[in-house]
């Protein structure tokens, strides 16, 4: 099955993140890109928690291949 099409923005600035202390409304992200135009990304709780454990890790790798060895 083909993938859908998907759209790459270079992301100049992050805007504002917003999060609601009410689940079921998510968060915002906002961002500035290259297009001239801002992009707001809705994510619901899950998608939000999903990406920040994503980051964690992400941060947690970059941070043992500074290490000295």
């Known amino acids: 099955m083909p993938s859908d099409p998907s759209r790459v923005f270079i992301?100049?600035?992050?805007?504002?993140?917003a999060v609601s202390?009410?689940?079921s409304e998510g968060s915002i992200i906002?961002?500035?890109?290259?297009?001239g135009a801002d992009v707001s990304l809705w994510l619901p709780a899950e998608?939000?928690?999903k990406l920040q454990a994503m980051m964690a890790q992400a941060d947690l790798k970059h941070a043992k291949s500074l290490q000295p060895q």
């Open 21 to 23: 202390a009410d689940p």
């Open 11 to 17: 992301i100049l600035d992050v805007l504002n993140i």
């Open 30 to 35: 906002s961002m500035k890109v290259r297009e």
């Open 47 to 49: 998608a939000m928690a």
